[in-house]
Antibody, heavy 119, light 110 residues
């Protein structure tokens, strides 16, 4: 079945970095745009970034993470990544990856990986 | 980009219909038919319920329907059931080629 599994979260100090991963299975990964979404504790969902299919040459970011986060993909490994740098306490959240089934649909989601930014 | 506006909570009795609104701007909801709705039970993966304003993915109950008028999109749940109790979020593509989520609505089945 089609599945996304995130990993790489953890506890990090302010200013630190992490690399989040999202392993895809059950579909032709290279053929889809992919996106990251997060949910802070007690907060709603917040869109973070997306990357185009195939070469991944096109990327977009929310203003809140622009310049600090970088999305990438390795189609040979069926994997999506989010490099998160210069972390702030407000970046504390569960980070979800999702497949973009079209411009108006995030149709497959993972269960998320928790990032906690605290000293 | 400001979050789309949703009511914080909506409630209804089993069997009733409820509607959740999602108000944006001409730069997002009003300009694109790329509005989608997600059901989220805390601790689980969000689930796509409606795509492209009004399309229901395979496997989603036909009790869920979507629509849009101007800068406001809506999700209607008919024949409310206990299992529908969850948080619901809308999202829209924007003129900046980004996405914006709604503030979220907690649906309670009385």
């Amino acid at each position: 079945q089609m599945q996304l599994v995130e990993s790489g979260g953890g506890l990090v100090e302010p200013g630190g970095s992490l690399r989040l991963s999202c392993a895809a299975s059950g579909f032709t990964f290279r053929g889809y745009y992919m996106t990251w979404i997060r949910q802070g504790p007690g907060k709603g969902l917040e869109w973070v970034s997306y990357i185009s299919r195939d070469s991944g040459m096109t990327t977009y970011y929310a203003d809140s993470v622009k310049g600090r986060f970088t999305v990438s993909r390795d189609n040979a490994k069926n994997s999506l990544y989010l490099q998160v740098n210069t972390l702030r306490t407000e970046d504390t959240a569960v980070y979800f990856c999702a497949r973009m089934g079209g411009w108006g649909a995030f149709d497959i989601w993972g269960h998320g990986t928790m990032v906690t930014v605290s000293s | 980009q400001s979050a789309l506006t949703q009511p914080a909570s909506v409630s209804g009795s089993p069997g009733q219909s409820i509607t959740i609104s999602c108000t944006g701007a001409s730069s997002d909801v009003g300009s694109y038919n790329y509005v989608s709705w997600y059901q989220h039970h805390p601790g689980k993966a969000p689930k796509l319920m409606i795509s492209d304003v009004s399309n229901r993915p395979s496997g989603v109950s036909n009790r869920f329907s979507g629509s849009k008028s101007g800068n406001t999109a809506s999700l209607t749940i008919s024949g409310l059931q206990a299992e529908d109790e969850a948080d619901y979020y809308c999202t829209s593509y924007t003129s900046s080629s980004t996405y914006v989520f709604g503030t979220g609505t907690k649906v309670t089945v009385l």
